[in-house]
Antibody, heavy 121, light 110 residues
Framework: QVHLVQSGAEMKRPGTSVKVSCKTSGYPFNAFYIYWVRQAPGQGLEYMGWINPVSGATDSAAKFHGRLTVTRDTSSGTAYMELKNLGSDDTAVYFC??????????????WGQGSLVTVSS | QSVLTQPPSASGTPGQTVTISCSGSHANIGTNYVHWYQHVPGTAPRLFIHRFNQRASGVPERFSGSRSGTSATLTISGLRSEDEADYYCSAWDDSQRSWFFGGGTKVAVL
């Protein structure tokens, strides 16, 4: 059974960074991309970026260029999302999701439970 | 302005049919697949429909999807109370080379 289990809630100060983990199980980690999506309070879902688990290649939505780093540890089947220079508008629930096939244009068939990141001074 | 546009809300009484539209452009819906996700706040989003009209595992047959030109539609037939949730369309956009979600439609069962 496919599972994506994310790290717990974080409270961060403005200007700092946060790193969220997404541990996968139940499928071959190297066979599917991992995507990151967030939802700010009262807002909709917002795509952030992806990682190719084999090569480690990444891409991110334009608004996150330079602030978002997505990495992976293939030995543990875990993906990581680090967002730098946090502002209050980065307060959101962050989700990881598994692609339905190997590629950047796959839909997201399984999701993690979400990690709340609160940015406040 | 959102790349994909959905109505903010939709509602119906039990048993009714509810449709949710998702309007885009040639670069996204006109060229690429549309997928639909159900999201109950506080839980993980769930894939409901992929590739316009393919139901994900466990999704009831009363959910269906379609595309016409640069718009897509999610139809819920025989509305039930457990269908109350937010529904999001999503598509890849060739111009911006990125994924986009619609703003989400909150479905209420009256």
């Amino acid at each position: 059974q496919v599972h994506l289990v994310q790290s717990g809630a974080e409270m961060k100060r403005p200007g700092t960074s946060v790193k969220v983990s997404c541990k996968t199980s139940g499928y071959p980690f190297n066979a599917f991309y991992i995507y990151w999506v967030r939802q700010a309070p009262g807002q909709g879902l917002e795509y952030m970026g992806w990682i190719n688990p084999v090569s480690g290649a990444t891409d991110s939505a334009a608004k996150f260029h330079g602030r978002l780093t997505v990495t992976r540890d293939t030995s543990s089947g875990t993906a990581y999302m680090e967002l730098k220079n946090l502002g209050s508008d980065d307060t959101a629930v962050y989700f990881c999701a598994k692609g339905a096939w190997f590629g950047s244009k796959a839909w997201f068939d399984y999701w993690g439970q979400g990690s709340l990141v609160t940015v406040s001074s | 302005q959102s790349v994909l546009t959905q109505p903010p809300s939709a509602s119906g009484t039990p048993g009714q049919t509810v449709t949710i539209s998702c309007s885009g452009s040639h670069a996204n819906i006109g060229t690429n697949y549309v997928h639909w996700y159900q999201h109950v706040p506080g839980t993980a989003p769930r894939l409901f429909i992929h590739r316009f009209n393919q139901r994900a595992s466990g999704v009831p047959e009363r959910f269906s999807g379609s595309r016409s030109g640069t718009s897509a539609t999610l139809t819920i037939s025989g509305l039930r109370s457990e269908d109350e949730a937010d529904y999001y369309c999503s598509a890849w956009d060739d111009s911006q080379r990125s994924w986009f979600f619609g703003g989400g439609t909150k479905v209420a069962v009256l």
